[in-house]
């Protein structure tokens, strides 16, 4: 592929996505932000928040949390994990990307953005919005907006 399509994806994202103040603490961190979207900051919220946002931008299915999360001794169950990562969705604090019938990831970063995906590794990596560009979108049926377009481009390595 030697050009990246060009994307604007501005669609239907009128949630107030800012962010708290953050002051540097990443468990006080966690806790504004819990506070910010209207979450109790329970004992499991907190400690699987911290274990999320603490490293950065990063693309988690829920498998990988619940592996950071016992590998750090958080007592947590996966379906725990799951209802965590769908609240924190469902609140803005992540963005879901399906990248087929069975793998979903969980993106701590929400700004507008699209993802390339290694088949090879199972990793998605970002891609800037400048560097992609949506000249139309389809006429949506009545009673209908579109709340975001999400492109995913698989990559696999040559040979």
Not at 3 to 18: C, L, M, P, Q, Y
Not at 68 to 96: D, I, M
Request: aromatic content about 6%.
């Amino acid at each position: 592929m030697d050009s990246i399509v060009r994307a604007n994806f501005s669609h239907g994202e009128t949630a107030d996505h800012s962010e708290p103040r953050l002051n540097g603490c990443p468990w006080h961190d966690v806790n504004e932000m819990l506070a910010s979207v209207g979450l109790r900051p329970t004992r499991q919220r907190m400690a699987l928040g911290w274990l999320l946002f603490g490293k950065g931008d990063r693309h988690l299915t829920a498998e990988m949390l619940y592996e950071e999360a016992s590998q750090a001794k958080v007592p947590v169950s996966l379906a725990t994990v799951y209802n965590t990562l769908n609240q924190l969705t469902e609140v803005g604090l992540l963005r879901q990307v399906s990248v087929d019938g069975t793998k979903t990831y969980f993106d701590t970063n929400v700004s507008s953005h699209q993802h390339f995906y290694l088949e090879n590794n199972h990793e998605l990596i970002d891609i800037p919005n400048a560097d992609v560009e949506l000249r139309s979108t389809p006429h949506v049926p009545d009673g209908y907006e579109i709340a975001r377009v999400d492109v995913v481009v698989r990559l696999r390595k040559k040979g």
